[in-house]
Antibody, heavy 115, light 107 residues
């Protein structure tokens, strides 16, 4: 059974950092494209970042230079390192399998950036 | 930055057909994907590569694309289809983007 479980969300002050994890079972993270998507409260979905199986990474302009996507093959886990957090980064963050046809999603983890 | 534009809302009576449009300049060359999101839940893929339906998605969901517009059609809408729907595609640089979202009301 495929499962994606996000963790690491919480309350952080503006300018702070947080690392989100997405623990995967049922498939191999390193053999798949993996995507982070976020959704601010009451707002629409926003694509954040993707890591391809070959290791290439891409970011939305809104997070470029502040967020880093990575994976740990030994733990079969995807990460999103978030630095210089802003109030507007407040959202539920989802990890998903693939880059376009996102058929498998986690349940999401809430990140709140507030003083 | 690249944008995919959807109508904010669509209303349909049960059993009728709902059509949700998604407009984007790169759509003639890029596939469209459609996601359904019910309140408090993660999104679900309902259409991929313009018109393909994943296993488990009811046949009443269909997709098409022509020129700069992609369309999701719900034929014979059911009350349980009430949700937010998002199109999704890529720009010419390979970055992904979601549409602005459409709230579908079935009443």
């Amino acid at each position: 059974e495929v499962q994606l479980v996000e963790s690491g969300g919480g309350l952080v002050q503006p300018g702070g950092s947080l690392r989100l994890s997405c623990a995967v079972s049922g498939f191999i993270v390193s053999s798949n494209y993996m995507t982070w998507v976020r959704q601010a409260p009451g707002k629409g979905l926003e694509w954040v970042s993707v890591i391809y199986s070959g290791g290439s990474t891409y970011y939305a302009d809104s997070v470029k230079g502040r967020f880093t996507i990575s994976r740990d093959n030994s733990k079969n886990t995807l990460y999103l390192e978030m630095n210089s957090l802003r109030v507007e980064d407040t959202a539920v963050y989802y990890c998903a399998r693939d880059s376009a046809a996102l058929k498998d999603w986690g349940q999401g983890t809430l990140v709140t950036v507030s003083s | 930055s690249y944008e995919l534009t959807q109508p904010p809302s669509v209303s349909v009576s049960p059993g009728q057909t709902a059509r949700i449009t998604c407009s984007g300049d790169a759509l003639p060359k890029k596939y469209a994907y459609w996601y359904q999101q019910k309140s408090g839940q993660a999104p679900v893929l309902v259409i991929y590569e313009d018109s393909k339906r994943p296993s488990g998605i009811p046949e009443r969901f269909s997709g098409s694309s022509s020129g700069t517009m992609a369309t999701l059609t719900i034929s014979g809408a059911q009350v349980e289809d009430e949700a937010d729907y998002y199109c999704y595609s890529t720009d010419s640089s390979g970055n992904y983007v979601f549409g602005t979202g459409t709230k579908v009301t079935v009443l």
